[in-house]
């Protein structure tokens, strides 16, 4: 009889990992002046009317929905006239309690810049940078374990990819964004754990794709029509992967390799170009 050990488990290595959430701590901005009076990016139509108030009710419940998995959200108090403001994740990047400013591209959105980083201030963040460079926060900067991939093209400068590198000391590499429907790296890349992604390789130039393809050769890779439905512009947290709930392919791939995705409904504010991720800056003490 051969010892247990030796029998042969042919399939062993594609069994889907364990997933294990770990707790977060998030900041959000209530969408109460959410509105589309300007348009910045392709998905934004001035001429369609907005409902603020059914922009609210899907927030929340993804506020509460983050608070139920067992994580901890922060709110930051709305600015009237900064109708963007509710995209928390471009306010700031932070890592190792290290907080980098945000410097935006239009000037539509200037003043979300300094509003995030006196939040910071206030809550006793002590390593705070104002940056010299555009950079739209965590829409251009994911933190993938002591990494981050950081995207320019559309927005944030390729200049504070090496801005953020000498501040948080770690490696930052570039990526570039070639299609203006996926204008933050976080449109079309999302980080699933300390290793893992999935992303929509059309949305990048050929060497970025090389690169990704390089970085991460298991990658989930995104068909066109969930990253069509902002299916890529998701938050994970090890375990649930919250998502668009039109993406409904992404969501059968993340399953396959023992996420549990959850489909959201932000339809609203997709009337902007934005969505789950969008809504959601992690604070990473
Ligand atoms: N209307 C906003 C803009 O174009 C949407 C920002 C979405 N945020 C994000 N992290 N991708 O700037």
């Not at 994580?71 to 995209?87: A, I, S």
């Not at 994740?89 to 945000?102: H, P, R």
């Not at 995030?116 to 829409?139: C, K, M, V």
Request: net charge negative.
């Amino acid at each position: 009889m051969p010892a247990t050990d030796t029998i042969p488990m042919p399939g062993l290595a594609a069994l889907p990992r364990v997933r294990v959430a770990r707790p977060r701590r998030f900041l959000m901005c209530e969408p109460r002046h959410f509105d589309v009076t300007y348009s910045i990016n392709p998905w934004m139509d001035p001429g369609k009317p907005v409902d603020t108030a059914l922009a609210l009710a899907q927030w929340t419940a993804l506020r509460d929905l983050y608070r139920s998995l067992g994580h901890t959200v922060e709110v930051v108090e709305p600015l009237d006239g900064l109708p963007d403001m509710v995209f928390a994740a471009n306010g700031a990047t932070v890592l190792d309690g290290k907080v980098l400013g945000a410097r935006f591209r239009h000037l539509e959105r200037t003043a979300e810049g300094p509003a995030y980083l006196s939040w910071f201030a206030e809550q006793g963040f002590r390593d705070l940078h104002w940056p010299e460079h555009i950079n739209e926060g965590e829409g251009d900067l994911l933190v993938v374990g002591r990494r981050i991939l950081a995207g320019s093209g559309f927005r944030s400068d390729p200049r504070s990819h090496r801005e953020a590198q000498e501040f948080f000391g770690v490696p930052v590499i570039g990526l570039t964004l070639v299609n203006p429907k996926f204008y933050h790296l976080d449109t079309a890349l999302a980080v699933l754990s300390d290793d893992e992604i999935m992303y929509y390789p059309a949305a990048f130039s050929e060497g970025s794709q090389a690169v990704l393809r390089e970085m991460f050769p298991d990658a989930i890779i995104a068909e066109d029509e969930d990253a069509e439905v902002f299916g890529l512009n998701a938050l994970s947290d090890g375990r649930h992967v919250l998502l668009p709930e039109a993406a409904v392919g992404l969501q059968r791939k993340l399953r396959a390799r023992g996420f549990e995705p959850i489909g959201v409904d932000l339809t609203e504010l997709l009337y902007a170009g934005g969505s789950v991720k969008c809504c959601t800056l992690e604070l990473r003490s």
